[in-house]
């Protein structure tokens, strides 16, 4: 399988994870307000994030849909899935009869099961951004190559 595949199929996963609990936080918008709102972590900022972080998650989508801003976008997505995974090891510690406020069906995972699945998102993002910067790194050699010819 070529590195280019490997790729493609790991920025769909979070293109379609990304825009899947965007708007899934959005059109359960007063309740996903709510939820966050429980979170003493997150009660201060909780009418802001309510808003700020589904749209992010679908900015980073369509980020990662665009060939030119992919590492970028998986670099986002890191970010987001590292960000995910401490707010998920802070409810283990402080208080996991929270809600899951990830929206659709990633609200019936467990908070262990999420930390697994964002673990697993860790790594593929890692995966993601390396072969992306491999490949850059081949195509800059390419092309000096070329240009010295």
């Known amino acids: ?10 920025v769909l996963l979070f293109a379609t994870l990304f825009l899947y609990t965007g708007i899934s936080k959005l059109m359960e918008y007063a309740v996903f307000k709510e ?3 429980l979170s003493p972590l997150l009660k201060p900022v909780s009418r802001w994030l309510a808003i700020i972080l589904p749209i992010t998650e679908i900015i980073v989508s369509v980020i990662l849909f665009i060939p030119i801003t992919r590492l970028k976008g998986l ?25 899951c406020t990830c929206g659709g069906v990633l609200e019936s995972l467990s908070w262990k ?12 993002a890692l995966t993601g951004i390396v072969l992306c910067r491999r490949i850059h790194t081949n195509l800059r ?8 010819s």
């Open 75 to 99: 670099y986002a997505s890191l970010l987001l899935m590292v960000l995910f995974t401490g707010y998920i090891v802070y409810i283990l510690i402080y208080n996991d009869h929270l809600p």
């Open 113 to 124: 099961q999420h930390l697994l699945f964002n673990s697993i998102c860790i790594v593929l």
């Open 141 to 148: 050699e390419k092309s000096t190559s070329m240009a010295s």
């Open 35 to 37: 939820q966050i709102a």
């Open 1 to 10: 399988m070529k590195w280019n595949t490997i790729i493609e199929i790991i």
